[in-house]
């Protein structure tokens, strides 16, 4: 993996070492699968691939942060303190996106907005930001039934990619009594209610 542009002082190679450093060999297969995706996506719909391939390369970076450095963060930097109410499912792209400004030295506002973004999706959602998080789920190592259904959309129509996504998690959550981030709810009824 070699990026031309890294929107950081580091290099390519030194943004892949930190990146691999901090997860473990199947998350970072996975961190490869949504960097090649986003950048089929970006193709798709006129956005630059290479960016679309160094965000969707690094938008899970702090995903196994500890729980403990998280809400250390989290209090430190004030971040909103009902993020608390919830885990590293959530903290992962909200507050990864503090790890991510802070040691692979990324300040690019667009592509720390698609971190954000990656997990919950928002109300407000830019290209990039459908890109990562599209491509979050459809990536070639992911496997769930409904997938060959959500790739199909997601290549078609991109915004339709979004609303299909937000509706499978949304059914997953309530289907597991799992509780709702106020934005995943937002985005919902943003994207994927059909009237
Ligand atoms: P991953 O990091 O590649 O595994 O994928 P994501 O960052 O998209 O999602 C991580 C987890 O967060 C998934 O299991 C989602 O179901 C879960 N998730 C997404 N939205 C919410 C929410 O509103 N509440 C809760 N509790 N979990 C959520
Ligand atoms: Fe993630
Ligand atoms: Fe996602
Ligand atoms: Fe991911």
């Given at each position: 993996?070699?990026?031309?542009?890294?929107?950081?002082?580091?290099?390519?190679?030194?943004?892949?070492?930190?990146e691999?450093?901090n997860?473990?060999?199947?998350?970072?297969?996975?961190?490869?699968?949504v960097s090649?995706?986003?950048?089929?996506?970006?193709?798709?719909?006129?956005?630059?691939?290479?960016?679309a391939?160094l965000?969707?390369?690094?938008?899970?970076?702090?995903?196994?942060?500890?729980?403990?450095?998280?809400?250390?963060?989290?209090?430190?930097q004030?971040?909103?303190?009902?993020?608390?109410?919830?885990?590293?499912a959530?903290?992962?792209?909200?507050?990864?996106?503090?790890?991510?400004?802070?040691?692979?030295?990324i300040?690019?506002?667009?592509?720390?907005?698609a971190?954000k973004?990656?997990?919950?999706?928002?109300?407000?959602?830019?290209?990039?930001?459908?890109?990562?998080?599209?491509?979050?789920?459809?990536e070639?190592?992911?496997d769930?039934?409904?997938?060959?259904?959500?790739?199909?959309?997601?290549?078609?129509?991109?915004?339709?990619?979004?609303g299909?996504?937000?509706?499978?998690?949304?059914d997953?959550?309530?289907?597991?009594?799992?509780?709702?981030y106020?934005?995943t709810?937002?985005?919902?009824?943003?994207?994927?209610?059909?009237?």
């Amino acid at each position: 993996i070699n990026f031309v542009k890294t929107y950081s002082p580091l290099t390519s190679d030194e943004i892949v070492a930190k990146e691999k450093s901090n997860m473990d060999e199947k998350r970072f297969k996975h961190c490869i699968g949504v960097s090649e995706t986003s950048r089929k996506l970006a193709e798709l719909n006129n956005y630059d691939p290479d960016k679309a391939a160094l965000a969707g390369f690094i938008h899970d970076y702090a995903k196994q942060v500890s729980p403990a450095r998280f809400i250390e963060v989290i209090k430190e930097q004030h971040f909103d303190p009902d993020l608390l109410n919830y885990n590293r499912a959530i903290w992962h792209g909200i507050v990864g996106s503090y790890f991510i400004e802070k040691e692979l030295k990324i300040t690019d506002p667009e592509i720390l907005t698609a971190i954000k973004r990656h997990t919950t999706a928002d109300v407000e959602m830019t290209t990039l930001d459908k890109i990562v998080f599209v491509a979050d789920f459809i990536e070639p190592g992911r496997d769930f039934p409904g997938v060959e259904e959500a790739r199909k959309v997601a290549f078609a129509n991109l915004d339709d990619g979004v609303g299909f996504e937000l509706a499978h998690t949304l059914d997953f959550l309530i289907t597991n009594r799992k509780k709702i981030y106020p934005k995943t709810f937002a985005a919902y009824n943003k994207w994927a209610v059909k009237d």
